[in-house]
């Protein structure tokens, strides 16, 4: 291949950039963050689904902080949208504390079973057997939230655990009307619930998915969520549940063990905290790519003169910024207890510098010009909420079962519906997942260790103005909630974030994908005059921000207008 001399330019400077980790780093503007003894007085909560949203007020009237309050708003959304996030799947979580300023990541991901064998993802061919890695007991990872629900009440909220999942048993126990979103969801794997009896019986009425108006109850996760509530963590990864779970999974050909689900800890770990315009950016580590991948675009574009370049050429920076921090996404990541990553070259502004340099001001850079070392559209998948109390405790919270619906399978006797998660890692070298995400040895499953996710709970904090931010969506959950952080700098309230239109690299496929209507009719001739390929993509995310001001000590809450019953709340 012959090369033109802008593309020599280009590649040196990837070349360069591709070395070691730097030691030394930029000396940082300590942005000025609100004071932490500044108490806004009330709360909000935007989620997805006005019971959990009502579940977390219910909390916080009992006294609860926003922790209390995080309990109570995901085991409800395990009740009441199933299809997102659950007691049989994983969260991830970024929370500041008031009394202290303490910032942690809380580590609620799912593990691979210690008998994980990537043989079980093939065909007799050595082609990706898809199904066993997103439907059934085998793509199930050992979940982490029920671990998660009980550490955040026991090390940072304020009331007993049981006072904190009560609104989930009654909704359980008592029923309630099923949403559009979930009904559709049901309807769209209705055949793979069909596999599996207890998934049949829970999710289909007559076998089919519930009408409109349909009272449902669920009276075998009310009963699990009983357990918990009365035993806290070994009350799920102990005892009766525990035994019940792992002989349906291995009665339905997977390989869980008792042990697995005794052995499961939550992880705290050091959040990724990033400057950027005068805010700080605290965001997921790994086993989160969400983190790497905004710190790294933010240090890309903070040494770009934005306010002078015109639209395309600004979407232009932002698109390459994203291919990048993608490409090392697919290279670098996995999990921090596995595997050693570069993590100070990758969030060194010197590193970002080199990048940047690469980037012609005017041209894409195809992703095959990038040296490496190695999509199907989001559903109704991954949930997100976040909150702040009126002490200014603030939690962004992302939770998931993996696809819609999770593996669809129910482990009869408990109400827990299994997430997909396995599939997250890099199951066949080469081969990408179903978000059409490709990864290294460094995310290759392992008994024990933490698939990679995008999920990308932040929180923005400036002197002025708080950002409590976070979605769903895939591989695109990081490039919303980077555009979601970038609009919030730009000075957008809660509303106008979570309505503004999206777009998303991913390095492969080598493609933007866009939502109708985000660039206009001269930035869209702009970009492919550069040589994008754009691609029109649908759905995207279901955001939900609260924010707050400062100034006027006002809480605002949004949630993502794209989908229905989604509700931001103030109290
Ligand atoms: N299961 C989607 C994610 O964690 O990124």
């Given at each position: 291949m012959s090369l033109s001399p802008r593309w020599r330019v280009v590649l040196l400077s990837l070349l360069l950039t591709a070395g070691p980790a730097f030691a030394a780093d930029r000396p940082a503007q300590a942005p000025a963050v609100?004071?932490?003894?500044?108490?806004?007085g009330h709360a909000a909560i935007a989620s997805a689904n006005f019971l959990a949203t009502n579940a977390g007020l219910e909390v916080l009237a009992k006294g609860g902080n926003a922790f209390d309050a995080a309990v109570a708003v995901a085991s409800t959304l395990s009740v009441v949208e199933p299809e997102s996030s659950g007691l049989g799947g994983g969260f991830m979580a970024v929370l500041r504390r008031a009394s202290d300023g303490r910032e942690v990541f809380i580590d609620a991901r799912e593990v691979a079973p210690a008998?994980?064998?990537?043989?079980?993802?093939?065909?007799?061919?050595?082609?990706?057997?898809r199904d066993a890695a997103l439907v059934?007991?085998?793509?199930?990872?050992?979940?982490?939230e029920p671990a998660g629900l009980a550490w955040l009440s026991e090390?940072?909220?304020?009331?007993?655990l049981a006072t904190s999942l009560a609104p989930a048993i009654r909704t359980a126990r008592d029923g309630f009307e099923p949403d559009s979103r979930l009904r559709h969801a049901i309807a769209e794997r209705a055949d793979d619930l069909r596999r599996w009896p207890a998934s049949a019986a829970k999710y289909l009425v007559g076998g089919k998915a519930p009408a409109e108006g349909t009272l449902w109850r669920d009276p075998d996760q009310a009963r699990t969520l009983q357990i918990l509530a009365r035993q806290g963590h070994e009350g799920f990864y102990q005892g009766e549940v525990a035994k019940k779970l792992v002989s349906a999974v291995r009665a339905a050909g997977g390989n869980w063990t008792e042990a697995d689900l005794a052995g499961y800890r939550v992880k705290e770990r050091a959040p990724i905290s990033i400057d950027y315009r005068g805010y700080r950016v605290v965001t997921a580590p790994p086993p989160s790519s969400g983190g790497v991948a905004i710190a790294e675009i933010l240090n890309i574009l903070?040494?770009?003169?934005?306010?002078?370049?015109?639209h395309a050429q600004r979407v232009h920076y932002v698109i390459e910024a994203m291919r990048r921090a993608f490409r090392d996404h697919n290279d670098y990541l996995g999990d921090p207890d596995f595997v050693k990553m570069p993590l100070d070259m990758l969030l060194s502004p010197f590193y970002a510098d080199g990048l940047r340099q690469s980037i012609l001001p005017d041209q894409a850079t195809p992703s095959s010009m990038l040296p490496t070392s190695g999509a199907h559209d989001p559903g109704p998948h991954t949930t997100h909420f976040s909150i702040i109390d009126k002490d200014g405790n603030m939690i962004a919270v992302t939770s998931t079962v993996?696809?819609?619906?999770?593996?669809?399978?129910v482990a009869a006797g408990t109400g827990v519906l299994l997430n997909d998660?396995?599939?997250?890692?890099?199951?066949?070298?080469?081969k990408p997942n179903v978000y059409g995400l490709l990864g290294s040895k460094a995310n290759a499953p392992v008994g024990g260790k933490r698939m990679l996710s995008s999920m990308s709970p932040s929180l923005v904090l400036g002197r002025d103005r708080t950002a409590v931010i976070g979605s769903p969506g895939g591989s695109t959950i990081i490039t919303q909630v980077l555009e979601g952080i970038l609009a919030f700098i730009d000075g957008k309230d809660a509303s106008a974030i979570v309505a503004q239109k999206r777009f998303h690299h991913q390095?492969?496929?080598?493609r933007v994908d866009v939502e109708e209507g985000v660039f206009d009719a001269a930035t869209t001739r702009e970009l492919e005059r550069m040589g994008y390929s754009l691609h029109p993509r649908s759905p995207w995310g279901f955001m939900n921000v609260v924010t707050w001001d400062?100034?006027?000590n006002a809480l605002d809450a949004a949630s993502d207008p794209?989908?229905?019953?989604g509700l931001g709340k103030v109290q």
């Open positions: 609100a004071s932490k003894v500044q108490k806004p008998a994980v064998d990537p043989k079980d993802y093939l065909n007799p061919d050595g082609s990706p057997n059934g007991p085998l793509s199930a990872g050992i979940p982490g090390h940072y909220g304020k009331l007993p903070r040494g770009v003169e934005m306010d002078k370049l015109d993996n696809y819609t619906l999770g593996s669809t399978f998660e396995m599939d997250d890692f890099a199951l066949v070298p080469g390095f492969l496929p080598d400062h100034r006027s794209r989908r229905p019953s």
